[in-house]
């Protein structure tokens, strides 16, 4: 069920235009926000993170309408105002993100992923090369993870309190600000659904990418990892860094801790459009650091 948080994002979405529908899938109705862009680019497909939904990334979905012709942001299932399959699990919660993602566009595009979304990015573009033009990876999950890794991940997701909940937004981001204990309030709430910790007890180290999976991606990936990453384990930037195919790169920013569209909405919004105009052009570029 949607939260309140969800609620006020989508309204302060179809207030400025965007339209709501929902998909049919094998994992139930999966809800998306769309709005044709003022731009040139390609649409761009974006997904959210665990317990997130579409409607949170309303100041970056905004923006990138300035440089695509298309935006489009589904719900995961059990997300925001999708449904939750009868067994939630990540296999049917990406079998459901699938189905939606195969009939909410009818055009290659380039694919968001932030964090968890990030991982499922990466399975969507192995299974359906042809449609995605390039893959944008935003502090994305998924790299191989220890069995000690993996039960720290579960332990930081475990919010018994709002001090745990506050103590987790600074971990997050780099500058909270005024905002601090609101984020702190939607998170804990989101957390502590049963299906999110039922989903979050099921994740298991055999769910993660192998570096052959990485390899084989045939369009063009970039990665956007934060110098302030304070949740994933460091590990998972060198994953990808050793793995993308040459035609990867991965790319530090300063300023910049999990979620990018949180900590400089704007200078994530720009390295999009700039990343979507290298996979329009192809351009295959080696790894490099930016400020």
């Given at each position: ?26 994992s ?8 044709p862009g ?12 665990f ?17 695509s ?34 009939h ?11 964090s ?118 460091s ?57």
């Amino acid at each position: 069920m949607a939260a309140l948080t969800e609620h006020a994002s989508l309204l302060n979405l179809r207030v400025r235009g965007w339209r709501r529908r929902h998909v049919e899938t094998c994992s139930g109705r999966v809800h998306l926000v769309e709005a044709p862009g003022t731009g040139a680019l390609p649409p761009v497909v974006l997904l959210h993170g665990f317990t997130a939904a579409g409607a949170h990334y309303a100041p970056l979905l905004e923006r990138l309408r300035r440089s695509s012709r298309l935006v489009v942001a589904p719900d995961l299932p059990a997300h925001g105002f999708s449904d939750a399959p009868a067994t939630l699990d990540l296999e049917s919660l990406y079998l459901g993100l699938r189905d939606a993602l195969d009939h909410a566009v009818d055009a290659p595009f380039t694919l968001v992923g932030n964090s968890l979304g990030g991982a499922l990015a990466v399975r969507y573009a192995l299974d359906r090369p042809q449609r995605v033009l390039g893959l944008a990876l935003l502090s994305p999950g998924g790299a191989p993870m220890t069995a000690p890794e993996l039960a720290a991940l579960k332990q930081l997701f475990t919010l018994r309190s709002d001090r745990d909940a506050l103590a987790f937004v600074d971990r997050v981001m780099v500058r909270p600000g005024a905002m601090r204990r609101l984020y702190a309030y939607g998170i804990r709430g989101g957390f502590t659904r049963p299906a999110m910790r039922a989903l979050l007890a099921g994740m298991s180290t055999a769910d993660c990418l192998r570096p052959d999976e990485l390899g084989a991606l045939a369009m063009p990936v970039r990665v956007m990892w934060g110098e302030h990453e304070r949740v994933l384990p460091s590990s998972g930037r060198a994953f990808f860094e050793a793995h993308l195919p040459a035609h990867g790169r991965v790319e530090l920013h300063q300023g910049i801790g999990h979620c990018p569209h949180l900590d400089d909405c704007d200078h994530t919004a720009r390295t999009l459009a700039r990343w979507g105009r290298e996979f329009g052009h192809g351009a295959h570029v080696p790894t490099r650091r930016h400020g």
